[in-house]
């Protein structure tokens, strides 16, 4: 190595160590290509995707508006998975766009892209690491993507700690920091994992059956939960839990054979009879 390029790297260094830097991962995962100009931060339009030619998502039009709380319901096969297999890029829609702010095409960015983007998902089953501590599993989520995290470990670990304590705040962890994840109640696993998430500050995030098998206790804590998030960040909720819907429900959109059948607030769609004959009428 050159003299000079010793010299530059060892200033890049430097000013990566300084105090006051700011490092890129702990900024919020502001996109520089996000534009949310128009207060929308996700569309689907004209979205459509066959399974051996049955429709599962049939022109599916949704927009979610930065910062909103949305909750999404509709019966077994209504294809509410299906959409948010299509935000994250696990399926590809046949045809239709979807679209992170006004620039970004999600259609062109491959599962990790758009996560690092700022979408993060949760999976209905828990994916937490049992044999780690709480505080572990949070730190492994935020070292996921970042190499420099491992190079500037010593420096990090501050900002880092930061991070995770403000995370366990939100998520309910603090006195359970240094429990082994294994021993938590499920309530407990599924926090954790939304911590997880939010260690990459997502600016969406998608999440599927939260309250299943949950206590009304963990529900209950798991609306406020939801509820706080929202504002900084796009939530976009599935759930088959009426009641749990109806305690965080502000914009609720319900989704039948791939389409959107009904949006307004909770007594709007549940006085709906096009709602009311899919839900009771049987079809
Ligand atoms: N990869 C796939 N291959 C074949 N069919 C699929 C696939 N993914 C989903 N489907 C079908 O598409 C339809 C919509 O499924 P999806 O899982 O999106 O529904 P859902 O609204 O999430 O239902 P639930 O409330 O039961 O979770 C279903 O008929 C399902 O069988
Ligand atoms: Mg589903």
């Not at 919020?28 to 534009?35: E, V």
């Not at 006004?102 to 062109?108: E, T, Y």
């Not at 240094?178 to 109640?185: D, K, P």
């Given at each position: 190595m050159s003299g000079n390029l010793l010299r530059e790297g060892l200033d890049s260094v430097r000013a990566t160590m300084r105090r006051d830097r700011v490092f890129d991962f702990m900024l919020?995962?502001?996109?520089?290509?996000?534009?949310i100009s128009h207060n929308t931060l996700l569309y689907l339009e004209d979205v459509s995707v066959s399974f051996d030619g049955f429709?599962?998502?049939?022109n599916l039009n949704l927009y979610i508006d930065d910062g909103e709380l949305r909750c999404i319901i509709g019966p077994n096969g209504a294809g509410k998975t299906t959409m948010m297999d299509i935000i994250t890029g696990k399926t590809r829609p046949d045809s239709g766009t979807v679209y992170f702010?006004?620039?970004?095409?999600?259609?062109?960015?491959?599962e990790p892209e758009i996560a690092r983007a700022g979408i993060g998902r949760k999976f209905q089953k828990p994916t937490v690491?049992?044999?780690?501590?709480v505080m572990e599993n949070l730190e492994l989520a935020m070292a996921g993507e970042k190499g420099v995290w491992r190079t500037f470990r010593a420096r990090l670990d501050a900002a880092a700690n930061e991070r995770i304590d403000e995370v366990l705040e939100l998520i309910g962890l603090v006195s359970e920091r240094?429990?082994?994840?294994?021993?938590?109640?499920h309530g407990q696993k599924q926090w954790l994992e939304i911590g997880m998430l939010l260690m990459q500050r997502p600016r969406l995030l998608l999440v599927d059956e939260?309250?299943?098998?949950?206590t009304h206790q963990e529900m209950d804590r798991t609306a406020e939960l939801l509820t706080s998030l929202a504002g900084d960040h796009s939530v976009v909720v599935v759930e088959h839990d009426m009641e749990f819907v109806r305690s965080i429900a502000r914009k609720v959109t319900v989704l039948h054979q791939g389409s959107v059948l009904a949006e307004g607030s909770m007594d709007e769609v549940q006085n709906d009879p096009k709602v009311v004959e899919v839900y009771l009428g049987g079809d």
């Open positions: 919020p995962a502001d996109n520089p290509r996000l534009d429709r599962a998502i049939n702010g006004q620039r970004i095409n999600l259609l062109k960015l491959s690491f049992e044999n780690l501590s240094r429990r082994s994840a294994g021993v938590l109640s939260p309250v299943a098998g949950m």
